[in-house]
């Protein structure tokens, strides 16, 4: 089970942490993947780390401006966001993938969240 926290409104320009639990698996044999769907679009790729958390992948629109990170001690992964946009509001989903490599692709991810709501007004 993953489960997010930490939405919320904010500042274009402001920042926001949020978090995702997991429970129920074996959290470091899994590569963790955050990801957002703003309303009447797919869901796309934000970010995602390795198991280990020595490796980061980003999406080309957050790049610079959010960082995840992990906590394996604590079975939580994070999504640092920062100089937030209007055009980062969505639901923010965490999602986990048993495998050494990561990927952009949500379909090869296996288990996920119920999301949380950030939301960024002008």
């Known amino acids: 089970q993953l489960v997010e926290s930490g939405g919320g409104l904010v500042q274009a320009g402001g920042s926001l942490r949020i978090s995702c639990e997991a429970s129920?698996?074996?959290?470091?044999?899994?590569?963790m993947g955050w990801f957002r769907q703003a309303p009447g679009k797919e869901r796309e790729f934000v970010a995602g780390?390795?198991?280990?958390?020595?490796?980061?992948l980003y999406d080309d629109s957050v790049k610079g401006r959010c960082t995840i990170s992990r906590d394996n001690a604590r079975n939580t992964v994070y999504l640092e966001m920062n100089n937030l946009k209007n055009e980062d509001t969505a639901v923010y989903y965490c999602?986990?993938?048993?495998?050494?490599?990561?990927?952009?692709?949500?379909?090869?991810?296996?288990?996920w969240g119920q999301g949380t709501q950030v939301i960024v007004s002008s």
């Open positions: 129920g698996l074996t959290f470091s044999l899994f590569a």
């Open positions: 780390i390795s198991r280990s958390g020595d490796r980061t």
């Open positions: 999602a986990a993938r048993r495998s050494a490599t990561l990927v952009q692709s949500p379909q090869l991810y296996t288990d």
